[in-house]
């Protein structure tokens, strides 16, 4: 999972212990069946969208109100040659406050591209890194994005930055499941995530037909989840994000008993190595025909071996072959680890530039 286990996220590559992995009688799901690919069509598969969509949901729970996102308030600002950059601060849910940066770049005109950038699980960093004020320079996304022109908007995720619940570590989310025991972290983050829409598109200076997302590590596996779940969002690029919670050696630390408690219900199916009732690839399945790149690495020490990821990338593209959008997908792997090396931010500021335009 994505630096759940800190001990295992940072330890070198050879002492990761493959040996208990708890799902590996389990085995990928299918997307679409082999046996009869060849005969299928976008009415088949937009009802087993709708059946992912559905089983999805249905596990990660559902928001306890409507989502209502207000009261956006500016705490303060600086500028410089690219942008000015403001902290905001808004509120979501029962009465809940965010902080979060907003970049807006100098000499826009109206109706400019937007970015959504997420940033990864980072002790008590959370948005500083992804705004480039804080945290090693490769996560600094959301800032070199406002550097080419895009409008930002970088918000912390809940337990972590500045949304630590008080006298508690970071990470630790059993004040949420206190308050919330139906719903879950992942179910959150989400609904946290389009808030994050919302603020964007309260701006007169924002392009609402041209909102993108990108993220590393937890932002990148809720990169994949805006694309899924907001129809608001239209392209973006995840980074070592993307897995098959079946197949990791750890596959546990997706929903663990204390700390940071993520699918919450997908522990017993796990435990009992059970067919889980939804696995990632069907839910990134769901972002077709959105234009989408995932980059990822073979090899990954917070998630382990991550070479069956290769052959989610096909499956992913015989989705999008069915829409005949087989270019509005790009499935990267490298050997670089769980990093944002210079050259995968090249081609994912390069994606979103394509389909954005700045």
């Known amino acids: 999972m994505l630096v759940l286990n800190r001990a295992v996220a940072f330890a070198p590559p050879q002492t990761y212990n493959a040996s208990v992995r708890i799902g590996k009688t389990m085995s990928i799901k299918d997307l679409i069946p082999q046996d009869f690919i060849s005969t299928v069509d976008l009415q ?16 990660i729970g559902t928001p306890p109100f409507a989502r209502n996102t207000r009261s956006i308030e500016t705490i303060d600002s600086v500028e410089n040659q690219w942008y000015s950059r403001s902290k905001i601060r808004y509120i979501v849910g029962d009465c809940e406050e965010i902080r979060a940066y907003l970049f807006a770049p100098v000499g826009m005109t109206d109706k400019t591209p937007a970015v959504l950038a997420l940033h990864q699980m980072n002790e008590l960093l959370g948005k500083d890194e992804a705004a480039g004020l804080r945290g090693y320079p490769d996560y600094a996304y959301g800032e070199e994005l406002a550097r ?7 918000p912390d995720f809940l337990t972590m930055g ?6 508690k570590e970071n990470f630790d989310s059993l004040p949420f499941y206190e308050k919330y025991p139906d719903w879950s972290m992942v179910g959150k983050d989400i609904e946290d995530s389009m808030s994050a829409v919302d603020v964007l598109l309260t701006f007169d200076f924002v392009d609402p037909g041209r909102i993108g997302a990108i993220g590393h590590s937890h932002g990148g596996i809720h990169t994949i989840f805006v ?15 993307m897995s098959v919670i079946s197949e990791e050696e750890q596959c546990l630390e997706w929903s663990s008993e204390d700390e940071y408690i993520y699918f919450p219900k997908l522990r017993k199916y796990l435990l009992e190595k059970r067919d889980l009732p939804f696995d990632l690839n069907e839910v990134a399945a769901l972002i077709a025909p959105k234009p989408w790149c995932n980059i990822a690495a073979y090899y990954d020490r917070t998630m382990g071996n991550q070479e069956f990821l290769a052959g989610v990338g096909v499956q992913l593209n015989q989705v999008y072959k069915l829409y005949g959008k087989q270019n509005h997908f790009s499935f990267l792997m490298h050997g670089n680890d769980h990093s944002f090396p210079k050259y995968a931010r090249s081609l994912a500021y390069d994606w979103l530039d394509r389909f954005l335009g700045t």
């Open 227 to 241: 694309l899924a779940m907001d129809d608001r969002v239209a392209t973006g690029v995840s980074n070592c994000g």
């Open 162 to 167: 500045e949304r630590i619940f008080p006298g």
């Open 44 to 59: 088949w598969w937009r009802s087993k969208r709708e059946d992912i969509k559905r089983r999805f949901r249905e596990n």
């Open 148 to 154: 080419r022109g895009y409008v930002v908007l970088v």
